[in-house]
T-cell receptor
């Protein structure tokens, strides 16, 4: 069964600090892995997308890494801001025309001033 | 990326009534759209795959007669929650896929908060 596990479930940090979120998956074969940011009451917004051959990708203060051998990914947030408070969801997809992704349960990040 | 518009963003309805939620792909034609439901502090759960011009494909455990999906055009899919009950209260989100086989990305609508009283 394809699964995506995220940790920690929730995280509280002070503004300006860095943090790293983890994602482990069992989806196989693998097509791509994406990180989304979901603000409360809003739809998810894409942060990064990585294919099998990519092991790091940045989007501003967000940097995602991927180790396809160990099936692990991380999302590193640098110099956190209050607006970073949100749920961060890891999504892994298998190749194929139907393309139904597997969602992690998300990490809830709270940034305090 | 693709722009997906969902309407309404929130709705309150009485138990027993029906509610229609619209999902529009504004900048490209989507033969397939996906409908998700999200309960508080839970991940998105796929309800059904909406196929333009044909019947939707429902996930196990999702009642197709309760959650009616219509995908009459390449830019519009609708989800109708029929005879709504308080347990149907949830956050409903649609998405469209865009991109090549290896870098297909899902773009989400802003979601609809349904509260059944």
């Amino acid at each position: 069964k394809n699964q995506v596990e995220q940790s920690p479930q929730s995280l509280i940090i002070l503004e300006g600090k860095n943090c790293t979120l983890q994602c482990n998956y069992t989806v196989s074969p693998f097509s791509n892995l994406r990180w989304y940011k979901q603000d409360t009451g809003r739809g998810p917004v894409s942060l990064t997308i990585m294919t099998f051959s990519e092991n790091t990708k940045s989007n501003g203060r967000y940097t995602a890494t991927l180790d396809a051998d160990t099936k692990q990914s991380s999302l590193h947030i640098t110099a956190s801001q209050l607006s970073d408070s949100a749920s961060y969801i890891c999504v892994v997809s298998a190749p194929g025309g139907s393309y139904i992704p597997t969602f992690g349960r998300g990490t809830s990040l709270i940034v305090h001033p | 990326g693709a722009v997906v518009s969902q309407h309404p963003s929130w709705v309150i309805c009485k138990s027993g009534t029906s509610v229609k939620i619209e999902c529009r792909s504004l900048d490209f034609q989507a033969t397939t759209m996906f409908w998700y439901r999200q309960f508080p502090k839970q991940s998105l759960m796929l309800m059904a795959t909406s196929n333009e011009g044909s019947k939707a494909t429902y996930e196990q455990g999702v009642e197709k007669d309760k959650f009616l999906i219509n995908h009459a055009s390449l830019t519009l899919s609708t989800l109708t929650v029929t005879s709504a009950h308080p347990e149907d209260s949830s956050f409903y989100i649609c998405s469209v896929q865009h991109g090549g086989r290896r870098n297909t990305e899902a773009f989400f609508g802003q979601g609809t908060r349904l509260t059944v009283v």
